[in-house]
Nanobody
């Protein structure tokens, strides 16, 4: 069992920035990729960004390219999501996810990840 703890959410005005963090912990685990998903009220969970743990390859949702940046700290088993130029439509609960099984590419589907964090609320006011 891998525990994921997100932090960094909050209330921000449109045009502002937030940085989310997610730390993974377990007695032993393998880390092949970590990602961020988000879910707005009344909508399905959607992919935001992901990063491979070994090579550092990144993938972004097309709508978020240029505004969001995913990064990692291998030594801390922590992934970050820097969110800039935030818009009201970015308001959602943001979930961190980890894949602990080998895969030859960076996954973007929710079912490709093995564990999720509890989520952190991001609210962008207009």
């Amino acid at each position: 069992q891998v525990q994921l703890v997100e932090s960094g959410g909050g209330l921000v005005q449109a045009g502002g920035s937030l940085r989310l963090s997610c730390a993974a912990s377990a007695r032993t685990f393998s880390n092949y990729a970590m990602g961020w998903f988000r879910q707005a009220p009344g909508k399905e969970r959607e992919f935001a960004a992901a990063i491979s743990w070994i090579g550092g390859d990144t993938v972004y949702a097309d709508s978020l390219k240029g505004r969001f940046t995913i990064s990692k700290d291998n030594a801390k088993d922590t992934v970050y999501l820097q969110m800039n130029s935030l818009k009201p439509e970015d308001t959602a609960v943001y979930y961190c996810a980890i894949r602990t099984r080998p895969l030859g590419y960076v996954p973007t589907l929710p079912q490709s990840y093995d564990y999720y964090g509890q989520g952190t609320q991001v609210t962008v006011s207009s």
